[in-house]
């Protein structure tokens, strides 16, 4: 139900329009998959993502011999949740250790909500009775520090940080000391947003990660991009920089209560094939929800 209230936008924008194009034709025709073609397009599914999801609505409504445009309605979701769920295994389960520290690294540009999904999923480990711990990597940005530390006092977590301007690879290694000394069951590493410069990123990344590497071999377990739903096409563009530039291993998508654009979630998997997690619906401590396809096209129509 979460789900359902942080997608009015999308639903009122997509969903509505689907109904009223499905209650506006007689016949399924060109013209009908044309303006569906167009719908899908405006809630950021993607070109690639519309062209092969309208192609097999076509095939199946020659399959079923349908005549009725109002039959296509639930091929749709269908559809939507196949194309989602392609080939895919357990995609929205995090990588947890059974024993240890499970180290998860957060990348993404500033601004997309990193510190804030940080915050939520800290929250969600403490209520399942894990310990936390919260590292302050992006020492670049002014504030970003102070941000994760009001977060860590909201939620009840330790924020492990050094000085403005420190070198992050030396707040993760103190921050891996701190939580091995706390018997930390998870450590939520922060890092710097800049894209300005793609070599400096991929650097900064690569030594923050060799760094936990080399601490705890197999780690990091998990390297989740954070991206802004409200951003459309540039969240794709982000998303390929980072892909290029680390070993991506899931995405979190913020915001998406903010946008009438929630298809790019099915872009983002069809054309990245990259598992979507987790997705903000809100700003407050329990609006991250574990990304699933099912739930997420059905809240759509529903
Ligand atoms: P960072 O620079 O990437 O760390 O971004 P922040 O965590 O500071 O978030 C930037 C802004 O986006 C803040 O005002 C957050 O409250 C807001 N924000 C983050 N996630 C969500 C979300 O899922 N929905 C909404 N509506 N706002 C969000």
Redesign the pocket.
């Known amino acids: 139900e979460k789900f359902k209230d942080g997608l009015t936008k999308t639903r009122d924008n997509f969903s509505n329009r689907v109904n009223d194009l499905v209650a506006r034709y007689r016949k399924i025709d060109e013209d009908f998959f044309e303006e569906l073609e167009e719908i899908l397009i405006q809630a950021d599914v993607g070109f690639e993502t519309v062209m092969e999801l309208v192609e097999e609505l076509k095939l199946e409504v020659k399959r079923q011999n349908m005549q009725d445009p109002k039959d296509v309605q639930s091929v749709i979701s269908e559809k939507l949740v196949e194309i989602y769920q392609s080939g895919e295994e357990a995609p929205n389960e995090l990588n947890m250790q059974e024993d240890g520290l499970t180290v998860i690294l957060f990348v993404?540009v500033?601004?997309?909500?990193?510190?804030?999904?940080i915050g939520k999923l800290a929250h969600q480990f403490k209520s399942e009775g894990k310990k936390v711990v919260m590292a302050a990597g992006d020492t670049f940005r002014a504030g970003?520090i102070e941000?994760l530390e009001v977060w860590g006092e909201r939620v009840g977590v330790d924020v492990i940080k050094q000085g403005a301007g420190s070198d992050p690879a030396a707040v993760m290694f103190d921050a891996i000391q701190s939580a091995r000394a706390r018997k930390a069951d998870v450590l939520l590493c922060d890092t710097a947003?800049r894209l300005q410069n793609k070599v400096n990123l991929m650097n900064e990344l690569e030594k923050v990660k060799r760094v936990i590497e080399r601490e705890i071999p197999g780690a990091p377990h998990e390297v989740l991009l954070?991206l802004d739903a409200t951003t459309g096409q540039n969240a794709m563009i982000q998303a390929k920089t980072f892909k290029d530039a680390t070993n991506v291993t899931g995405i979190v998508l913020?915001?998406?209560?903010?946008t009438a654009k929630g298809g790019i979630v099915l872009a983002i998997r069809n054309e990245l094939h990259i598992p979507v997690k987790f997705v903000?619906?809100?700003?407050r401590m329990d609006?991250l929800q574990q990304f699933d396809a099912e739930k997420y096209v059905y809240g759509l129509f529903s």
């Open positions: 993404g500033n601004g997309v909500g990193k510190t804030t999904t970003a941000q947003g954070v913020t915001k998406l209560d903010g903000g619906l809100g700003e609006d």
